[in-house]
């Protein structure tokens, strides 16, 4: 029984196949949030978009392990992409959260799936929290954007949208799990890949 | 005696260690586009943000090179049109301008990770950083995608824009589906079966694996590894308030 639950090479190689995915999908929407307009808007598109890979991905597991690996994969990316340290931490617990709620479905039900991937999605909230933790400092190193950019990004993120955001990203994060569902439905069950 | 392939390896290597390259992606992001450190920072984040354009040249990366400038015109080329813009123009042009000179250089560095580093050196510096599997196979499997995921996606759109359904042509929706869904697909298909081809190369197995490519630090290393060293003590030296300079 032990030896059933390790992850395995193919395990691993699947985190890599749906993580690029995702990474790149997270990518192409996080390029719009440039526009200050659409940096709030990260945290409803991103969850949306993401819930397609992430529900295909969450059909091929089935050990423990696999949704944190993917989680702290993400973190270590937004590292590497220049988001700061922060986005490591609320991968790890939104991991570890999306982890046991699938689990605790025994890594079958839809229902805890849709559930984990809301989980899942509130790592996202890291990538605001510089901006949150230190609102002056995080405006007065993008000086060079201009204050047009600055004045509408304040307007735009004031400190009350900080929970705001989690909360969106949360339920967000459920209606894409929804939209991966019925995707999931329609065509990649079809296709032979679910 | 060396193998043939041994030397083929030889030839292929890198300027640099995958290693080097990594710490300074890691410098970058977190200096250039993250903004660590004030005032007394400046002149070194400049000179980092020369770095990666550096690198490409000493790799014969043209191209790539010649894009990276490119962008980087382009954005200084609209902070310089600044002052001669109307209105709401003139807030696009400083957007777009201080974004574009901001990331290019992170960009860039990417691209020079990726364009020169193969996933087997890849895989080998992990070992020798002594990374457990669990974030290292991931993790090569992501940069082996990359480049594939982009050149599927870029043939669907083709594609799907022959059948006329792109942004501004059809529903957001439409776009969504028929977009997204193909690549997700095709992607899907194309790591499976590097995954069989992986597994029947030893990949996740439980014996220590051999590589054949050649990695270690040489000169160049050990100088770019002391700047990213000097980068981070003069931002903790700066923290601490000594004056530098």
Redesign the interface.
Known sequence: MKSESR????D??????????Y???LFAVAMLG??PIFLPLLSVLVPI?GG??FM?FLTKVKKP?MIF??A??MG??M??????PWPLLTCAIAGILAELCFRSGRYRSAKKAVLSYGLFSMWIFGNYLPLFTDYEGYFA??A???Q??IDAVQKLMPLWMAPVLLVACFVCGILGGLLGRK?LKK??VK?G?A | MAYSSERSQEARRSFLDPRTKLAL??V???F????LGAEQMKPLKTALSALPFLLLLAERQWGRFARGIAMLVLGYGLLFALPYLPGVLN?LA??CG??L??FVV?VVM?EYLIATTSVSEFISAMEHLRMP???T??????FR??PT??AE?RSIRRAMRMRGIHLGGAKASQV??YQ??P???S???I??E??AS??TRG???STRRTNICRIGFRAQDAVLLLGCLLVVAAWILELCGVKLW
């Open positions: 992850l395995k090479g193919r691993l190689i699947n985190v890599g196949i749906y993580g690029a995915i990474f790149v999908i440039m526009i978009l397609i890979p295909l392990g690996i993917f702290m994969i270590i990316l590292l590497l992409t220049g988001m700061g190193q993008r060079d954007y201009g047009a950019y995707l065509h990649f296709a890949l | 992606v890691l970058l992001a977190l250039v586009m993250g903004g807030f400083l957007m201080g974004i000179t901001r992170t990417g599997q669990a974030i196979i991931p993790m090569s499997v992501m995608l990359f995921i982009g996606w969504l589906e997204l869904v690549m997700m697909t992607t899907v298909r790591g499976e590097l995954s992986a597994l990949l996740g197995g």
